[in-house]
Nanobody
């Protein structure tokens, strides 16, 4: 059974940074593409960033140049480094596998 656990969310001021982590179990992590999504109140869940098993990445236009997705296969963990945060980045952030497994989410709030 796939199990994903996100951590690292919190309250940060505009312009600040956060690093999210997602620890995976129950999958052959090194072969698994991974992704980060987010959902703000009243909005649909949207793709933020994804990373292939080989380390290739792509990003939503709204976060390009500010967010970086990475992975540590030895630790079975995927990260999302978020810099220059804006109030519109406020959302619950989820990690996910292409097979449709989801974590429970971690809240990110950007506010002064």
């Amino acid at each position: 059974q796939v199990h994903l656990v996100e951590s690292g969310g919190g309250l940060v001021q505009p312009g600040g940074s956060l690093r999210l982590s997602c620890a995976a179990s129950g999958i052959i992590f090194s072969f698994s593409p991974m992704a980060w999504y987010r959902q703000a109140p009243g909005n649909e869940r949207e793709l933020v960033a994804r990373i292939t098993s080989g380390g290739s990445t792509n990003y939503a236009d709204s976060v390009k140049g500010r967010f970086t997705i990475s992975r540590d296969n030895a630790k079975k963990t995927v990260f999302l480094q978020m810099n220059s945060l804006k109030p519109e980045d406020t959302a619950v952030y989820y990690c996910a596998t292409l097979g449709g497994a989801w974590g429970q989410g971690t809240q990110v709030t950007v506010s002064s």
